[in-house]
């Protein structure tokens, strides 16, 4: 069993930061990719950042330059700095686990960003 906490979400306004952390506990072996990805109301969920274990990144061009995504791998956790925040970010953001032997979900956290 694989477990996926997500934490950090929250309000802010257009301009703000906010930070997400995905921790993961379990049977956590032969991680390949962790990553995040988002689903407004109405949308399909599509991928935010990805960060793979061979030491490469990857984002989506909405939020190339505002966006960072890290890794601890000793904790299991990956976390996304999101910066100069637009109404458009507004969505429920997830975490990914990708691993030789499946791929695993966090529950999600929400992101409103509004004045």
């Known amino acids: 069993q694989v477990q996926l906490v997500e934490s950090g979400g929250g309000l802010v306004q257009p301009g703000g930061s906010l930070r997400l952390s995905c921790a993961a506990s379990?049977?956590?072996?032969?991680?390949?990719?962790m990553g995040w990805y988002r689903q407004a109301p109405g949308k399909q969920r599509e991928l935010v950042a990805d960060s793979f274990s061979a030491g490469s990144t990857g984002y989506a061009d909405s939020v190339k330059g505002r966006f960072t995504i890290s890794r601890d791998n000793a904790k299991n956790t990956v976390y996304l700095q999101m910066n100069s925040l637009k109404p458009e970010d507004t969505a429920v953001y997830y975490c990914?686990?990708?691993?030789?032997?499946?791929?695993?979900w966090g529950q999600g956290t929400q992101v409103t960003v509004s004045s």
């Open positions: 990914n686990l990708l691993t030789s032997v499946g791929s695993y």
């Open positions: 379990g049977s956590v072996f032969s991680v390949n990719a």
